[in-house]
């Protein structure tokens, strides 16, 4: 394996990690902006208010993503697997 090999199975590996876990951060990003915009327009400032709903949303995109997840790691293995079978 050389230099272009390696770097490629690593860009191939960051972006199969990032489209695996969009998933759950894209939820949790939008349910925490807008907690927080009701916050800061109600003036409530409990630290706790965050986490219920975020763990709530996430936990949903994780059953309702989990195929597309699993479809992704298996995806990225079968790359690697083949490379190592053809010897990259």
């Known amino acids: 394996m050389n230099e272009v090999d390696a770097l490629d199975l690593v860009r191939t590996s960051i972006w199969t990690i990032l489209i695996g876990s969009a998933p759950a951060i894209v939820p949790a990003m939008v349910v925490g902006i ?16 965050t986490f219920i709903p975020k763990i709530v949303a996430i936990l949903v995109m994780i059953v309702v993503g989990g195929p597309f997840i699993g479809g992704q790691i298996f995806s990225l293995t079968t790359i690697i697997y083949s490379r190592i079978e053809n010897g990259f």
């Open 34 to 49: 807008g907690i927080a915009l009701m916050q800061a327009l109600t003036q409530v400032q409990e630290i706790t208010l």
